[in-house]
Protein backbone atom coordinates (compact mmCIF):
# COMPACT_ATOMS: atom_id res chain seq x y z
CA UNK A 1 0.00 0.00 0.00
CA UNK A 2 1.56 3.26 -0.85
CA UNK A 3 1.99 5.70 1.43
CA UNK A 4 -0.34 9.05 2.10
CA UNK A 5 2.26 11.59 1.06
CA UNK A 6 1.75 15.15 2.83
CA UNK A 7 0.31 18.15 0.67
CA UNK A 8 2.90 20.14 -0.94
CA UNK A 9 3.67 23.46 1.27
CA UNK A 10 2.39 26.70 0.36
CA UNK A 11 4.40 28.82 -2.32
CA UNK A 12 6.82 31.13 -0.71
CA UNK A 13 5.14 34.97 -0.76
CA UNK A 14 7.21 37.49 -2.40
CA UNK A 15 9.61 39.39 -0.05
CA UNK A 16 7.84 42.36 0.73
CA UNK A 17 8.15 45.15 2.91
CA UNK A 18 5.43 46.48 5.15
CA UNK A 19 5.16 50.31 5.65
CA UNK A 20 2.87 51.66 8.04
CA UNK A 21 2.73 55.65 7.24
CA UNK A 22 2.23 57.30 10.95
CA UNK A 23 1.18 61.33 11.53
CA UNK A 24 0.86 62.86 14.54
CA UNK A 25 -1.61 65.19 13.86
CA UNK A 26 -5.30 64.20 13.50
CA UNK A 27 -8.34 66.19 13.05
CA UNK A 28 -10.73 63.74 14.62
CA UNK A 29 -9.09 62.07 16.98
CA UNK A 30 -5.74 63.89 18.14
CA UNK A 31 -2.59 62.68 18.04
CA UNK A 32 -4.65 58.90 17.35
CA UNK A 33 -1.47 56.88 16.50
CA UNK A 34 -0.71 57.51 20.07
CA UNK A 35 -3.62 56.75 21.65
CA UNK A 36 -3.90 53.55 24.22
CA UNK A 37 -5.48 50.47 23.16
CA UNK A 38 -4.56 47.68 25.68
CA UNK A 39 -1.85 49.29 26.90
CA UNK A 40 0.20 50.14 23.85
CA UNK A 41 -0.17 52.83 21.30
CA UNK A 42 -2.60 52.39 18.51
CA UNK A 43 0.51 52.85 15.78
CA UNK A 44 2.13 49.79 17.86
CA UNK A 45 -0.83 47.23 17.86
CA UNK A 46 -0.96 47.83 13.89
CA UNK A 47 2.36 47.47 13.56
CA UNK A 48 2.50 44.18 15.33
CA UNK A 49 -0.47 43.27 13.49
CA UNK A 50 1.19 43.71 9.91
CA UNK A 51 4.15 41.36 11.31
CA UNK A 52 2.04 38.82 12.71
CA UNK A 53 0.54 38.62 9.32
CA UNK A 54 3.23 36.46 8.08
CA UNK A 55 3.22 38.62 5.12
CA UNK A 56 6.25 40.51 5.11
CA UNK A 57 10.76 40.52 5.66
CA UNK A 58 10.74 43.88 7.72
CA UNK A 59 7.44 46.01 8.98
CA UNK A 60 8.55 49.88 8.65
CA UNK A 61 6.75 52.58 10.53
CA UNK A 62 7.29 55.59 8.86
CA UNK A 63 6.49 58.74 10.71
CA UNK A 64 6.70 62.51 11.11
CA UNK A 65 7.49 62.84 14.45
CA UNK A 66 9.99 61.78 17.16
CA UNK A 67 7.41 60.59 19.79
CA UNK A 68 5.71 58.15 17.26
CA UNK A 69 8.78 56.87 16.82
CA UNK A 70 10.46 56.36 20.06
CA UNK A 71 6.80 54.91 20.95
CA UNK A 72 7.20 52.55 18.05
CA UNK A 73 10.91 51.77 18.56
CA UNK A 74 10.23 51.13 22.76
CA UNK A 75 7.99 48.78 21.68
CA UNK A 76 11.17 46.57 20.15
CA UNK A 77 9.68 47.53 16.44
CA UNK A 78 11.49 49.43 13.53
CA UNK A 79 10.88 53.12 12.72
CA UNK A 80 11.61 55.97 10.31
CA UNK A 81 11.91 59.38 10.59
CA UNK A 82 10.24 60.83 7.50
CA UNK A 83 9.63 64.47 5.67
CA UNK A 84 6.71 65.87 7.71
CA UNK A 85 5.86 67.58 4.53
CA UNK A 86 4.84 64.59 2.84
CA UNK A 87 0.76 64.98 1.64
CA UNK A 88 0.03 61.42 1.87
CA UNK A 89 0.78 58.27 3.41
CA UNK A 90 1.88 57.20 -0.11
CA UNK A 91 4.33 59.86 -0.76
CA UNK A 92 5.67 58.69 3.00
CA UNK A 93 5.67 55.06 1.68
CA UNK A 94 7.71 56.26 -1.23
CA UNK A 95 10.70 58.05 1.08
CA UNK A 96 11.00 54.42 2.79
CA UNK A 97 10.88 52.78 -0.54
CA UNK A 98 14.11 55.10 -2.12
CA UNK A 99 16.20 54.92 1.16
CA UNK A 100 15.24 50.54 1.96
CA UNK A 101 16.28 47.92 -0.65
CA UNK A 102 13.47 45.95 -1.79
CA UNK A 103 11.59 45.21 -4.50
CA UNK A 104 7.99 45.11 -2.80
CA UNK A 105 6.17 48.03 -0.40
CA UNK A 106 3.02 47.24 0.81
CA UNK A 107 0.69 50.86 2.61
CA UNK A 108 -0.78 49.68 5.45
CA UNK A 109 -2.91 52.07 7.39
CA UNK A 110 -1.66 53.19 10.86
CA UNK A 111 -5.22 53.80 11.92
CA UNK A 112 -5.97 49.62 11.67
CA UNK A 113 -4.76 47.85 14.61
CA UNK A 114 -7.24 45.09 13.28
CA UNK A 115 -5.82 45.03 9.77
CA UNK A 116 -7.11 41.32 7.75
CA UNK A 117 -3.44 39.38 8.49
CA UNK A 118 -5.16 37.03 5.49
CA UNK A 119 -5.71 39.84 3.27
CA UNK A 120 -2.23 40.63 3.57
CA UNK A 121 -0.97 37.40 2.63
CA UNK A 122 -3.00 37.74 -0.32
CA UNK A 123 -2.03 40.50 -1.34
CA UNK A 124 1.66 40.26 -1.95
CA UNK A 125 0.72 36.86 -3.27
CA UNK A 126 -0.73 38.57 -5.70
CA UNK A 127 2.53 40.20 -6.52
CA UNK A 128 3.98 36.72 -8.07
CA UNK A 129 2.46 37.33 -11.10
CA UNK A 130 5.03 39.96 -12.90
CA UNK A 131 2.36 41.67 -14.65
CA UNK A 132 1.54 43.41 -11.48
CA UNK A 133 2.82 46.41 -10.56
CA UNK A 134 -0.04 47.41 -7.96
CA UNK A 135 -2.67 46.17 -6.30
CA UNK A 136 -5.36 46.86 -3.62
CA UNK A 137 -7.84 45.06 -1.80
CA UNK A 138 -11.67 44.87 -1.80
CA UNK A 139 -14.35 43.40 0.27
CA UNK A 140 -18.37 43.33 -0.54
CA UNK A 141 -19.71 46.16 0.39
CA UNK A 142 -22.75 46.35 2.81
CA UNK A 143 -25.93 47.56 1.53
CA UNK A 144 -26.17 49.98 4.29
CA UNK A 145 -22.84 51.64 2.96
CA UNK A 146 -24.40 52.22 -0.85
CA UNK A 147 -24.63 55.74 0.16
CA UNK A 148 -21.71 56.32 2.71
CA UNK A 149 -19.32 58.38 0.66
CA UNK A 150 -16.43 57.19 3.10
CA UNK A 151 -17.47 53.18 1.93
CA UNK A 152 -15.34 54.06 -1.08
CA UNK A 153 -16.18 51.58 -3.81
CA UNK A 154 -14.72 49.90 -6.56
CA UNK A 155 -15.62 48.47 -10.44
CA UNK A 156 -13.33 45.68 -12.13
CA UNK A 157 -12.65 44.65 -15.41
CA UNK A 158 -11.92 40.94 -16.61
CA UNK A 159 -8.79 40.75 -15.70
CA UNK A 160 -9.24 41.46 -11.94
CA UNK A 161 -8.01 45.32 -12.26
CA UNK A 162 -9.38 48.32 -11.60
CA UNK A 163 -11.98 49.89 -13.94
CA UNK A 164 -12.64 53.09 -11.38
CA UNK A 165 -13.11 53.93 -7.82
CA UNK A 166 -15.62 56.44 -6.63
CA UNK A 167 -17.88 57.68 -3.26
CA UNK A 168 -20.48 57.63 -5.30
CA UNK A 169 -22.14 53.93 -5.51
CA UNK A 170 -21.04 52.17 -9.03
CA UNK A 171 -22.36 50.59 -10.75
CA UNK A 172 -25.65 51.80 -10.56
CA UNK A 173 -27.78 49.42 -9.95
CA UNK A 174 -30.98 50.36 -12.34
CA UNK A 175 -31.14 46.51 -12.16
CA UNK A 176 -30.50 44.57 -8.79
CA UNK A 177 -29.79 41.49 -11.13
CA UNK A 178 -25.78 40.63 -10.91
CA UNK A 179 -25.51 43.56 -8.69
CA UNK A 180 -22.90 42.80 -6.56
CA UNK A 181 -20.77 46.10 -5.23
CA UNK A 182 -17.35 46.02 -4.31
CA UNK A 183 -16.11 48.19 -0.83
CA UNK A 184 -12.48 49.25 -1.59
CA UNK A 185 -10.14 48.24 1.24
CA UNK A 186 -7.24 51.09 1.50
CA UNK A 187 -4.34 48.46 1.22
CA UNK A 188 -1.97 49.13 -1.35
CA UNK A 189 0.83 46.79 -2.57
CA UNK A 190 3.21 48.36 -5.15
CA UNK A 191 6.76 47.48 -6.77
CA UNK A 192 9.38 49.69 -6.29
CA UNK A 193 9.29 51.13 -9.43
CA UNK A 194 5.82 51.61 -9.91
CA UNK A 195 5.46 53.22 -6.42
CA UNK A 196 8.04 56.00 -7.68
CA UNK A 197 6.58 56.81 -10.83
CA UNK A 198 3.09 57.09 -9.63
CA UNK A 199 4.63 59.37 -7.21
CA UNK A 200 6.39 61.36 -9.91
CA UNK A 201 2.97 62.21 -11.81
CA UNK A 202 1.09 65.16 -11.89
CA UNK A 203 -2.34 65.08 -9.29
CA UNK A 204 -5.49 64.91 -11.64
CA UNK A 205 -9.03 66.39 -11.76
CA UNK A 206 -10.38 62.94 -11.06
CA UNK A 207 -8.88 62.41 -7.97
CA UNK A 208 -9.08 66.23 -6.70
CA UNK A 209 -13.02 66.25 -7.61
CA UNK A 210 -13.34 62.45 -5.83
CA UNK A 211 -10.61 62.86 -3.01
CA UNK A 212 -8.64 58.79 -3.87
CA UNK A 213 -5.19 59.16 -4.65
CA UNK A 214 -5.23 56.11 -6.48
CA UNK A 215 -7.42 57.22 -9.21
CA UNK A 216 -4.01 59.38 -10.58
CA UNK A 217 -2.82 55.77 -11.29
CA UNK A 218 -5.84 55.06 -13.44
CA UNK A 219 -5.46 58.16 -15.21
CA UNK A 220 -2.39 57.39 -16.35
CA UNK A 221 -2.71 53.90 -17.35
CA UNK A 222 -1.03 52.24 -13.91
CA UNK A 223 -3.37 49.08 -13.91
CA UNK A 224 -4.10 48.27 -10.04
CA UNK A 225 -4.75 44.49 -9.74
CA UNK A 226 -7.78 43.43 -7.21
CA UNK A 227 -7.60 41.10 -4.18
CA UNK A 228 -10.56 40.10 -2.21
CA UNK A 229 -10.21 40.70 1.38
CA UNK A 230 -11.10 37.96 3.74
CA UNK A 231 -12.98 40.80 5.91
CA UNK A 232 -13.82 44.24 6.69
CA UNK A 233 -11.68 46.59 7.29
CA UNK A 234 -11.97 48.23 10.69
CA UNK A 235 -10.47 51.77 10.92
CA UNK A 236 -10.28 53.96 13.89
CA UNK A 237 -11.19 58.00 12.78
CA UNK A 238 -13.08 58.86 15.75
CA UNK A 239 -13.36 58.40 19.52
CA UNK A 240 -16.09 56.19 19.29
CA UNK A 241 -14.07 53.83 16.84
CA UNK A 242 -11.39 53.57 19.22
CA UNK A 243 -13.60 52.84 22.13
CA UNK A 244 -15.01 50.06 19.17
CA UNK A 245 -11.60 48.44 18.99
CA UNK A 246 -10.68 48.79 22.37
CA UNK A 247 -13.94 46.31 23.71
CA UNK A 248 -12.97 44.29 20.74
CA UNK A 249 -9.30 43.82 21.79
CA UNK A 250 -10.36 43.33 25.65
CA UNK A 251 -12.43 40.88 24.65
CA UNK A 252 -10.01 38.89 22.41
CA UNK A 253 -7.49 39.09 25.67
CA UNK A 254 -10.12 37.84 27.94
CA UNK A 255 -10.85 35.10 25.30
CA UNK A 256 -6.93 34.23 25.30
CA UNK A 257 -6.39 33.97 29.48
CA UNK A 258 -9.24 32.07 29.78
CA UNK A 259 -8.21 29.53 27.36
CA UNK A 260 -4.55 29.49 28.64
CA UNK A 261 -5.70 28.84 32.11
CA UNK A 262 -8.30 26.11 31.14
CA UNK A 263 -7.76 22.30 32.21
CA UNK A 264 -7.25 21.25 28.43
CA UNK A 265 -4.27 24.01 27.86
CA UNK A 266 -2.25 22.96 31.02
Known amino acids: MNAISAPPPPPALPAA ?3 VPARLASTRLPEKMLADLGGKPL ?3 TAES ?4 GAFV ?6 DHERIAAAVQAAGLEAMLTDPSHPSGTARVGEVARRTAGELFVNIQGDEPLVDGEGLRRLVAAFADPAVGMATLWFPLRPEDEAN ?6 VADAAGNALYFSRSL ?3 PRSREGFRPRKHVGVYGYRRATLLRLLDLPATDLER ?16 RLVEASR ?3 GVDTPADLERVRLFLQRSLSSCRDTSSSPAAS
Open 170 to 172: IPY
Open 17 to 19: IGV
Open 232 to 234: DSV
Open 209 to 224: IESLEQLRALYHGIPI
Open 50 to 53: ALAS
Open 43 to 45: VVR
Open 58 to 63: RVIVAT
Open 149 to 154: PNAVKV
